[in-house]
């Protein structure tokens, strides 16, 4: 009667590092693909209703 649950038992997903970050020197908003050599990163960003990536220097982001 009153035994233990069959029932799965629900897990929280742990906090995954984000991937949004801004550029500081205009504050858009983008999204890093991959790190690259050197201190470099790859990035996302939709201009105008066109997505566009570059490549920047991971000091040039501050997390969103």
Do not use: N, W
Not at 14 to 23: I, M, V
Not at 39 to 49: K, L, P, Q, S
Request: aromatic content about 4%; overall charge neutral; proline content about 6%.
């Amino acid at each position: 009667m009153f035994g233990k649950s069959k029932r799965p038992t629900v897990t929280t997903p742990t906090a995954q590092p984000s991937d949004q970050y801004r550029l500081k020197r205009t504050g858009q908003q983008v999204t890093l693909l991959e790190h690259l050599r050197g201190g470099e990163v790859r990035i996302a960003m939709d201009t105008e209703g066109t997505l566009r990536d570059d490549i920047v220097s991971i000091d040039d982001l501050t997390p969103a």
